[in-house]
């Protein structure tokens, strides 16, 4: 998917100035140049004495996890009656990462200079996607902001909990993939070689796995800078590609759902972040057709993403939504039938909440069932790995013991 793209004319300036009560005041400001700062703080009452643009390097970046802390402190304050400017104020005051805090900054100014807050959102659609910017707008117009903002808050709390209980299971397999090719590597490049020319003194006859193990470690020895930069380059290209090519990403979709043990996973968690969007836009009032536009892509999975795109074109033209989820073949019975029940009974939002709520708790379970099933798994690679190299380097040495 195209990533959006910012807009490149504008900079970050420094500005320092007085109001009109003669105090010193400092800020930033994203704008074309230093006499929009100027202009647009002279109709504020401010009167600018410096501004500085400032530079790229050390910005820093803004996560998923600043944008869900900063909308539950706004959806908190708001809930407890603090002013929307003054919310913004306590918020990136206390914003631990600068670039959130400039981030808030930004929004904060365009909601002074009278931008609707959905609107100053949409300028910064890196870090507020469609389906956020359509639940502050539902929120504005029917005057439940700070209701909006808590169920957007919940949403993206539950969504950063998912993804990271799949961060989880996968690091911990990988982590250990990773170190035991470093050591093996070192094994093959630095204690190999140590073990050769002690054989090599004996003149003897050594055994297969002896011979395997030594011709292995000359090719490491050799080619050493080969193989790490093949593999260094070959990971960089990976992730290149996956994060900028589209056939790529769709590609890793499909085969991340059918992975042996890690795939059912995946498809629970993607079901559970359908289902809780579903929820999340069916609840604030936005209607099944443009709901099921911000469905697919927060999906986070290019099957379920063309799946949704189905569901909306059948459901348009008069079906319902259990039947099109069905036609879909990719959602499983209970969350069909339990769909159903919230069709007829006319609660979509509470169902397809249940439904999140059920496989976001399998999730969980999964979790938990791979870390105990991976921590066995990995004692044998690593046994079988490591033990089979260092047995084959022993066995001429039990081989010249019996001949003693």
């Known amino acids: 998917m195209a990533t959006p793209k910012r807009d490149d004319s504008l900079a970050t300036y420094a500005w320092e100035g007085k109001d009109k009560s003669g105090k010193i005041v400092r800020g930033e400001m994203r704008a074309a140049s230093p006499t929009v700062v100027r202009t647009t703080l002279r109709r504020q009452g401010i009167l600018v004495t410096k501004t500085s643009k400032q530079s790229l390097r050390g910005k820093g970046k803004v996560t998923d996890k600043d944008i869900t802390l900063f909308t539950r402190q706004m959806a908190t304050m708001m809930k407890s009656g603090v002013p929307l400017l003054q919310s913004f104020d306590i918020v990136g005051k206390g914003a631990s990462n600068p670039a959130m805090g400039r981030l808030i900054g930004e929004i904060k100014m365009d909601v002074e200079t009278g931008s609707a807050l959905n609107q100053a959102f949409r300028k910064h659609p890196l870090h507020f996607d469609q389906l956020y910017c359509n639940l502050v707008e539902a929120g504005e117009q029917a005057g439940i902001l700070d209701q909006l903002l808590d169920r957007l808050a919940t949403y993206k709390e ?6 990271a ?5 996968l690091f911990y397999p990988i982590s250990v993939l990773v170190v035991a090719f470093i050591v093996t590597a070192v094994i093959m490049i630095f204690v190999v070689p140590q073990f050769k020319k002690v054989f090599t003194s004996f003149g003897a006859d050594l055994p297969g796995p002896t011979l395997v193990v030594m011709a292995i470690s000359d090719y490491f ?21 996956w994060k900028r090519s589209e056939k790529m990403q769709i590609f890793m979709d499909r085969l991340a759902l059918r992975l042996p043990i890690f795939g059912e996973v995946i498809r629970k968690a993607t079901l559970a972040r359908w289902t809780r969007t579903l929820s999340t836009m069916f609840a604030a009032g936005v209607p099944l057709v443009e709901a099921l536009d911000s469905v697919g892509g927060a999906s986070g999975n290019y099957i379920y993403k063309e799946a949704t795109k189905q569901i909306k074109a059948e459901v348009s033209t008069g079906s319902s939504l259990t039947v099109s989820m069905q036609n879909t073949n990719v959602f499983p019975n209970m969350a069909i039938q339990m769909m159903s029940i919230g069709e007829e009974s006319g609660q979509i939002d509470a169902m397809s909440g249940k439904i999140a709520d059920f496989y976001e708790a399998e999730v969980d379970d999964a979790v938990e069932r791979l870390s105990s099933l991976m921590e066995p798994l990995i004692m044998v690679v690593l046994g079988v790995l490591i033990g089979g190299i260092i047995i084959a380097m022993y066995l001429p040495i039990f081989k010249l013991g019996a001949v003693v």
């Open 158 to 163: 539950k969504t950063q909990a998912i993804i």
């Open 165 to 169: 209980k799949i961060k989880s299971a």
């Open 221 to 241: 020895v050799e080619y050493w800078y080969i193989i790490f930069g093949a593999v260094g380059g070959g990971l960089y290209a990976f992730f290149y590609f």
